[in-house]
């Protein structure tokens, strides 16, 4: 029998850990789909109650992009939501408002990532969800600081 390279270990644990993912949003009423989408494009349907992520990633940053787009549905699945982000209006027209709101959910997003993936004792390479997380949000505060100067 053939020998695993490490490669293909970590690949097989992240798919494992990714199937893990889909089945806590099973078990709370949300599907998961994968789409031939641009990475940046993952989103959460709340009216069909689906998880949308994009499907030419490796199993690693799936699994970071989902436990992200599940951050979401438990930070406006909190009944302080409303109170927390009351200028959160979703749209690419956002006011200067809006769009901080928009960063700071999105901050929260990522670290209630995190600590779901502690809570279900997923492993995460740190360095790659960082650099993952580092890049999402990046391109939010460019977007952010973009009307700044338009």
Not at 55 to 66: D, M
Request: charged share 30%; with cysteine; glycine share 2%.
């Amino acid at each position: 029998m053939k020998r695993l390279t490490y490669t293909q270990k970590r690949q097989r644990y992240y798919k494992k850990q990714l199937t893990k993912a889909i089945a806590y949003c099973s078990s709370t009423g949300w599907s998961v789909s994968e789409r031939s989408i641009n990475v940046g494009e993952s989103h959460v349907d709340f009216y069909d109650k689906n998880i949308i992520i994009a499907s030419r990633q490796r199993p690693e940053l799936k699994l970071y992009t989902l436990l992200h787009e599940i951050g979401h549905v438990l930070i406006r699945s909190h009944k302080e939501y409303r109170r927390k982000f009351p200028c959160y209006n979703n749209t690419l027209q956002a006011n200067k408002k809006e769009r901080v709101c928009t960063v700071e959910e999105e901050v929260m997003a990522w670290n209630t990532a995190y600590e779901l993936a502690r809570e279900m004792k997923i492993r995460i390479n740190k360095r790659t969800f960082e650099r993952d997380k580092t890049k999402a949000l990046m391109s939010y505060i460019k977007w952010a600081a973009r009307m700044s100067y338009e």
